[in-house]
């Protein structure tokens, strides 16, 4: 494995249109992580899935945005109905459990028009 | 809740001087620290973290940070600055180390200018 890819590696999209991110994650880390980035902040928490569970969800994925992680491998981040504010990097992060620190893949950045 | 505060947001120094990156945390619980690295359009790289088992903790890049449970802080500090560690960086906080609850608070970030 060379680590977490995520992509695409730039998204622009118009309002109202709908996008979808991929992250596969390192093979056998079962924790897998969304972080969205925007200018200026420090990434913050949206969700995250042990395996294919998703066990919590920030308050700010909205029911706009919804996560996936069919068989526990990769996983997708849709955005319906985008929103200039969705504008961001959307980061992708695994680990394995019981393992101590991330690796995050080099970000989405998705610009909203 | 947990926070973590990097006070300003642009630091320069000139290359071969200290490094000195501050952060102060806030947390109800024993907390687990982590300094994280962002090169500019990468991801975030992990330069090291604190887990309870020493209060001065070595990285990687020649980078180190000390736990002051006292002062709530974990300054990063280097002794002389690279031209190749200008870069973006990141203090994070999580309440658990590796369990379930181990999601990572991140300060807002300061950016590190070296000038030659």
Redesign the interface.
């Known amino acids: 494995d060379t680590g977490v890819s995520q992509n695409p590696r730039h998204k622009i999209t118009k309002r109202g249109q709908n996008v979808t991110f991929r992250c596969d994650p390192i093979s056998e880390h079962n924790r897998l992580y969304w972080y969205r980035q925007t200018l200026g902040q420090g990434p913050e928490f949206l969700t995250y899935f042990q395996n294919e569970a998703q066990l919590e969800k920030s308050r700010l994925l909205s029911d706009r945005f919804s996560a996936e992680r069919p068989k526990g491998s990769f996983s997708t981040l849709e955005i319906q109905r985008t929103e200039q504010g969705d504008s961001a990097m959307y980061l992708c992060a695994s680990r394995l459990g019981g393992a101590l620190g991330y690796t995050f893949g080099s970000g989405t950045r998705l610009t909203v028009v | 809740a947990q926070s973590?505060t990097q006070l300003g947001?642009h630091v320069s120094v000139s290359e071969g001087a200290l490094v000195l990156l501050r952060c102060n945390y806030s947390s109800s619980v024993p907390p687990y620290l982590?300094w994280?690295v962002q090169y500019p359009?990468?991801?975030?790289?992990?330069l090291l973290?604190y887990?309870s088992a020493a209060t001065l903790v070595k990285g990687i890049n020649g980078f180190e940070a000390e736990f002051k449970k006292s002062e709530t802080s974990f300054h990063l500090t280097k002794p002389s600055a690279h031209m190749s560690d200008a870069a973006e960086y990141?203090c994070?906080v999580s309440p658990e180390?590796?369990g379930?609850n181990s999601?990572?608070?991140?300060?807002?970030?300061i950016t590190l200018s070296v000038r030659p």
């Open positions: 973590v947001s982590f994280y359009n990468q991801g975030l790289q992990l973290k887990t990141f994070a180390e590796t379930a999601k990572l608070t991140f300060g807002k970030g």
